[in-house]
């Protein structure tokens, strides 16, 4: 386990999943209070951080709800860290991998892919502010990083571009499902639906005099959002566009790359 000591001092090599850290768990004798597990360590600590976000969670929390002493807890895990760290690689398990291989060709997986990434941050909001607090090697999300790779790969990019591809359409799903997950948090915090939420901010928008000029090159748009359906459609329909977009923006580049190799090659011969 990755100590609170280690991590400040070298965070490169501060994971739970790194050999060092799996050894020095491995090495501690003994076995736990009965009927507690790591495993439901980390499902609790889900469902607390689903329900309440980061800021409520503590090992003496987590000690209440799961009925046992602070202390127990120190059998399997050494930080509120290691905590996270597992959590986040069991949300990563919820990404539906048997999903994305049984789609048809690159662009089916991505889609597949940035869909069940997009879910997975709509689900636990707490994931977006600690994802990249970590280094996330855990099998999981190892597993969800080679599977986007590959598609991205067979797409027919070069190597030196699948990074800036894999970032342009990744890091758009992390922005659109971290601004999602938290509209419906802070909906749900209001007691109103997000269809209520939505068209109430809306109309408090319309009735500041201080935003008349903004309003009159956007009413347009405004209308027809709040005429289009549910807040849920329209994230769909919006985010289903946007990736759209991304993936005909890599074909693009694609062809672009092919042409000016073909291009070199005729200039040579």
């Known amino acids: 386990m990755a100590k609170a000591a280690d991590r400040a001092k070298n965070p490169a090599r501060s994971s739970v999943w790194l050999e060092t850290n799996k050894r020095s768990r491995a090495a501690r004798g003994g076995s736990g209070p009965a009927g507690l597990d790591r495993d439901r360590i980390v499902v609790t600590s889900i469902r607390m951080l689903d329900e309440e976000g980061l800021a409520k969670l503590s090992m003496r929390r987590l000690a209440t709800e799961l009925n046992v002493t602070a202390m127990s807890l120190y059998w399997y895990v050494d930080t509120k860290d290691d905590i996270i760290e597992y959590a986040l690689d069991t949300c ?97 915090q209001a007691g109103m639906s997000q269809d209520d939420f939505y068209t109430d901010s809306i109309a408090a928008f319309r009735e500041e005099d201080q935003f008349t000029g903004t309003l009159q090159e956007m009413s347009e748009v405004l209308d027809e959002r709040l005429s289009h359906g549910s807040v849920d459609e329209i994230w769909d329909r919006d985010f289903d566009y946007a990736l759209d977009v991304l993936i005909a923006g890599i074909e693009v580049m694609v062809e672009r790359g092919r042409a000016e190799a073909a291009a070199e090659r005729g200039a040579q011969g």
């Open 92 to 188: 990563y398990g919820e990404v539906d991998l048997a999903a994305v291989l049984a789609a048809d060709g690159w662009r089916e997986r991505v889609r597949v892919l940035a869909l069940e990434y997009r879910r997975m941050l709509v689900r636990h909001p707490w994931m977006s502010a600690v994802a990249g607090q970590y280094l996330n090697v855990g099998p999981h999300a190892i597993a969800v990083g080679g599977e986007i790779h590959k598609a991205i790969r067979d797409s027919g990019l070069p190597v030196s571009r699948t990074p800036s591809a894999t970032s342009a359409v990744f890091q758009f799903v992390y922005g659109y499902g971290t601004i999602e997950g938290q509209f419906s948090r802070v909906a749900q």
